[in-house]
């Protein structure tokens, strides 16, 4: 089946450590997203990639990097510098990337708890 | 900046009745609208978007949408009700330009009573 498969569902995170969400998609999509979504906030855009090998900050992506190293996969880190990261985590891909009003399709999400 | 308003953190329907969840949008250029719902502990799923045209959008699961230019609005619509579509809708936006980002409203929680 087509889609976007996100790992873990469920991650805790330990202070000061770093952790690391998969996102991969086999739609063939050239832009993918990773999204934060907290409570009474809606979605925030966190990163984006238009192209292999090629990313731009979203609105909150202090405390975050990522990679796109192949079409098919973006993972997210979450860095101990990301001071309040418990959230959930959607990962989202388009295609084509170059314009705008394409359909954007999400992952199932993954929740990230600091313990 | 752009931005996208849902005036109603929750809106509550009896089951057969029609529902609207409201959407109001601030964006420059063209605006390209999008209906999404999500389900408890799920991703976002695509309900319809309006990018040109028609101002009514029919989308999934008998939603639908109207395009309002002089009230900036893009309200979502069912004609009847289903307790299934409780669920939290978010209403969408991206401005055009050459990337594809999304601007989402903060959600509107819908409670389709039996």
């Known amino acids: 089946d087509g889609g976007i498969t996100q790992s873990p569902k469920y991650l805790f995170r330990k202070e000061g450590q770093n952790v690391t969400l998969s996102c991969e998609q086999n739609?063939?999509?050239?832009?993918m997203y990773w999204y934060r979504q907290d409570p009474g906030q809606g979605l925030r855009l966190i990163y984006y990639s238009q192209i292999v090998n090629d990313f731009q900050k979203g609105d909150i992506a202090e405390g975050y990097s990522v990679s796109r190293e192949k079409k098919e996969s973006f993972p997210l880190t979450v860095t101990s510098a990301q001071k309040n990261p418990t959230a959930f985590y959607l990962c989202?891909?388009?295609?084509?990337?170059?314009?705008?009003?394409?359909?954007?399709?999400f992952g199932e999400g993954s929740w990230l708890t600091v313990v | 900046a752009q931005s996208v308003a849902q005036p109603e953190d929750q809106v509550n329907v009896a089951e057969g009745n029609p529902l609207t969840v409201k959407c109001t949008y601030s964006v420059s250029g063209n605006p390209y609208l999008f209906w999404y719902v999500q389900y408890p502990n799920r991703g976002l799923q695509f309900l319809l978007k309006?990018?040109?045209?028609?101002?009514l959008v029919k989308g999934s699961y008998g939603f639908e949408a109207e395009f309002n230019k002089s009230q900036t609005s893009f309200h979502l619509k069912k004609p009847s009700a289903l307790v299934s579509d409780s669920a939290l809708y978010f209403c969408?936006?991206?401005?055009?330009?050459?990337?594809?980002?999304?601007?989402f409203g903060t959600g509107t929680l819908l409670a389709v009573q039996p």
């Open positions: 309006y990018i040109t045209g028609d101002n």
């Open positions: 739609l063939n999509h050239d832009a």
């Open positions: 989202a891909s388009s295609i084509p990337a170059g314009s705008s009003g394409n359909t954007i399709y």
């Open positions: 969408a936006s991206s401005g055009g330009g050459a990337t594809n980002k999304l601007i």
